[in-house]
C-alpha cells in the first residue's frame, strides 16, 4: 500500500472521530494539554518491507514524549491478539503505548490523570 492510502485513510479516520475520540481531542489539540503537540490519527512508520514503508495509524501521537494514545471502543473486544501485536511493535519502537476504553471517557479527569503518568 502507498503512503498515500495511508494519508487518506488518516484524514477519513479524522472526519469520522467517535464522541470518545472528539472529547479527548478537545483537551489535547492546539498543545492545550501540558503545552505538548498532539497529533490525532496519525501514520507512524514502523517498519520498511524493501521501499514500502508500514504503517499503523495512532488515534492520538505526542512525538515529544514518544507517546501514544489509543481510544478502544467495542471493536477492540474482539481483535485483541492485533492490538498486542500492534502495541509490540511499537514498544520496540520506542513508543510508550497508552489504552484508554470508551467507557473511561465518562471520567475525563481520570482519563487526563493516566496521560499525565507517561509524562
Known sequence: ????????????LRRRMT????????VLRNRKFHGLKFLRQHPIVYQVDGNKPLYF????YCAEKKLVV?????????????????DEIL???????????????????QV?????QFL
Open 70 to 86: 489509543e481510544v478502544d471502543g467495542r471493536i477492540h473486544d474482539f481483535q485483541k491478539g492485533y492490538d498486542t501485536n500492534r
Open 1 to 12: 500500500m502507498s503512503d498515500n492510502y495511508f494519508i487518506k485513510r488518516a484524514r477519513r
Open 19 to 26: 464522541d470518545e475520540e472528539r472529547l479527548i481531542w478537545s
Open 91 to 109: 514498544r520496540y519502537n520506542d513508543l510508550h503505548i497508552l489504552r484508554i476504553r470508551n467507557e473511561e471517557c465518562k471520567n475525563m479527569k
Open 57 to 60: 495509524i495512532a488515534d492520538f
Open 112 to 116: 487526563l490523570k493516566r496521560i499525565e
